[in-house]
């Protein structure tokens, strides 16, 4: 699902919210997360999961095509970790449990 799919399915769910206000709700709740990430906070969304940043150190790594050696800079990434919530429902739990 792309960001565009996320927006059109909401303005299905929500008929009465104009196309352009769930963009700007839509665009807003995805910068808040970005900028948190940026100021080095952790962002959880309960029963979903839990975004952060991993540091990885500078490293010498190998050209793929040349076998070259290659000094790699340290950087930050984000990292997603699954909430038990979502993890059981990709696995089925949620439908067994109910059933």
């Known amino acids: 699902m792309t960001?565009?799919?996320?927006?059109?399915?909401?303005?299905?769910?929500?008929?009465?919210?104009?196309?352009?206000?769930?963009?700007?709700?839509?665009g807003t709740i995805f910068d808040?997360?970005?900028?948190?990430l940026a100021r080095g906070n952790r962002v959880e969304l309960r029963g979903f999961g839990a975004f952060s940043i991993k540091h990885r150190d500078a490293r010498t790594g190998r050209n793929p095509r040349t076998?070259?050696?290659?000094?790699?800079?340290?950087?930050?990434?984000?990292?997603?970790?699954?909430?038990?919530?979502?993890?059981?429902?990709?696995?089925?739990?949620?439908?067994e449990q109910k059933a």
């Open 67 to 95: 076998g070259e050696a290659v000094s790699v800079a340290a950087k930050s990434v984000p990292f997603f970790k699954t909430g038990k919530q979502l993890r059981d429902r990709l696995n089925g739990l949620e439908l």
């Open 32 to 36: 808040e997360v970005s900028n948190a």
């Open 3 to 26: 960001k565009s799919d996320l927006i059109l399915r909401l303005a299905e769910l929500y008929p009465h919210l104009l196309q352009r206000d769930i963009e700007r709700i839509v």
